[in-house]
């Protein structure tokens, strides 16, 4: 709502019904200000990156900056936050130069404040901290960093004991502080290589958050948001709130008046117990837009609303210089991203079956298997980002599917244990179907964890011998217990292999130059 609306509202009845909105000690509109919070979670670097939404094109890093500063023009009263995983699991463009264009484009667009996600602990804490402070990379060279704040309260640095970036930030908008606290998702400890997170520790959530209002109060802060990449949902009409954030929310101090959320890639404008919950989807499709009036005396916020909207690029054009930024980004790579590596006979997509079976996850476990010659491999659904499209594949394509830089592994497994880390789909902290190849499985979806898998077979129909040795190829990230896979860990007489890419790039030239969608049917629920 505009803020005249707002303040005809109030003039007429003094107190605010509209939205979330509560009683204020004053009836004068001069005494409120209207604030803008403009909010982008999950971006990943998808910087040249289009995609459709509704059968539209939605996306493109200059596309979302159009948008972005338009709504900024409306308010002199905004602040640009974002939620987390800016970068990490990024497209070529961005990847490719250690993730440097798509801080490059936030400060280009003029962030205010963000937090940190998982994916900004890809590569550990030191490369982190140098796309946030700058510094020099042998690859890329002397960094600037990011030029905006940013706030991490559940953060710890084992060694000093304290939170690594600042609990919280005060903006001071209008003469009224606004206080923002960032988190990032404790499952960020079974998501990341275990040796790029040796150095911190991820702290409860809602204590730190609670720990850091408790400062903001005695700071005289009532106005407080959490910016947090946690995982958040709702209907698009605000029933039924979901996942973390709403869970969180009853057990966060009720000074907290927004949450924007972040992880899950979904939808989310709700309000649960008073606290508005929001989240933009992902990879720049949309961007979350929250409207405050806050009461200049008391410093509270009495009134806020918010709405998703869509980047969509009818009847948008995109921004001119981040165009030009993008472009040149990409002018000195053009020729490898365009480099044809084969073809796909029909989309194979990341769509899941009701057991959690997704083809594209079939094609590249049967990559692992292939190539590191085993009796079984496994590809665990989050390490594969884009779908294929009908058509030729360009290296670019296949980078984009899979940006992270894994290398393949070959480990030892005996039957028991490869159902135990089958089993850890449903025990661990980060559940996940994984994908799979030369196994076949059934599992009972009411039986209680750690009793789901029923039957286990290999791709001759064989049942799995709980004392039988398999070969097994799966990426070392898996192999080091990432996803809460800590079975896997039991492997033995480990034998390293390419990278994933490299190895998917293989197979499609030894299956000829063109691939298919593969069957399913190898997971089945009943």
């Known amino acids: 709502m505009s803020l005249s609306k707002l303040m005809l509202a109030a003039i007429a009845t003094g107190v605010f019904f509209i939205g979330s909105s509560f009683a204020s000690s004053s009836a004068d509109p001069g005494e409120y200000i209207s604030v803008q919070l403009l909010g982008v979670n999950d971006f990943h670097g998808q910087l040249e990156t289009v995609r459709t939404r509704d059968g539209k094109k939605v996306g493109g890093a200059e596309y979302l900056a159009a948008y972005l500063k338009k709504h900024r023009q409306e308010n002199d009263n905004t602040l640009l936050v974002h939620s987390g995983d800016m970068v990490g699991a990024s497209s070529p463009v961005s990847s490719l130069m250690q993730d440097e264009p798509a801080v490059e484009w936030m400060n280009e667009v003029e962030f205010d404040i963000g937090t940190l996600g998982n994916h900004e602990f890809d590569e550990g804490t030191e490369e982190m901290f140098r796309l946030l402070d700058g510094g020099k990379h042998e690859k890329t060279g002397t960094f600037e960093g990011a030029a905006f704040p940013y706030t991490a309260a559940n953060v710890i640095n084992k060694k000093t ?5 600042p609990p919280y930030l005060i903006k001071e908008v209008d003469g009224v502080p606004i206080g923002f606290i960032g988190v990032v998702t404790t499952e960020t400890k079974d998501i990341v290589l275990p040796s790029e997170i040796e150095d911190v520790e991820f702290t409860d959530e809602v ?27 709702s209907s698009e009409d605000g029933t039924n709130p979901g996942q973390d954030a709403a869970a969180f929310a009853p057990r966060i101090d009720d000074e907290v008046d927004i949450i924007f959320g972040g992880h899950s ?74 480099q044809k590596m084969g073809q796909a006979e029909a989309s194979i997509t990341k769509e899941k079956t009701a057991s959690g079976e997704r083809p594209i996850g079939n094609l590249v476990a049967d990559s692992h298997r292939e190539n590191m010659d085993t009796d079984i491999a496994f590809m665990n659904p989050g390490g594969i980002r884009a779908n294929l499209g009908e058509g030729e594949l360009t290296w670019g394509d296949l980078y984009t599917m899979l940006p992270f830089g894994t290398n393949l592994v070959k480990l030892s497994l005996t039957g028991a244990e490869l159902k135990e880390a089958l089993e850890q789909q449903w025990t ?50 898996l192999a080091t217990g990432g996803d ?43």
């Open 161 to 165: 004991g304290k939170t690594i970036l």
């Open 207 to 233: 204590t730190a958050i609670n720990e850091s209002v408790k400062d903001l109060k005695a700071k005289g802060v009532q106005s407080i948001v959490v910016l947090g990449h946690v995982s958040a949902s």
């Open 265 to 338: 890639h979904g939808f989310a404008n709700t309000s649960v117990d008073g606290k508005m919950i929001v989240q933009s989807y992902s990879y720049g499709t949309a961007f979350s837009d929250v409207d405050l009036l806050i009461d200049r005396e008391t410093k509270e916020i009495v009134n806020k609303q918010a709405a998703i909207i869509s980047t969509y690029h009818d009847g948008t054009l995109p921004d001119k210089k981040i165009k030009k930024m993008i472009d040149s980004y990409s002018a000195d790579k053009q020729m490898m991203l365009e």
């Open 428 to 477: 661990g902290n980060f559940q996940t179907i994984m994908q799979t190849s030369g196994l076949d499985y059934t599992y009972d979806k009411d039986a209680p964890p750690g009793h789901k898998v029923v039957e286990m077979t290999d791709r001759d129909g064989n049942t799995i011998q709980p004392a039988q040795t398999y070969t097994v190829a799966l990426t070392n990230y």
């Open 484 to 526: 809460g896979f800590t079975a896997f860990k039991k492997g033995h007489d480990p034998v390293e292999g390419p990278p994933t890419l490299d190895s998917f790039i293989t197979y499609i030239i030894e299956s000829g130059g063109s691939v298919a969608p593969p069957e399913t049917g190898r997971i089945q629920v009943q």
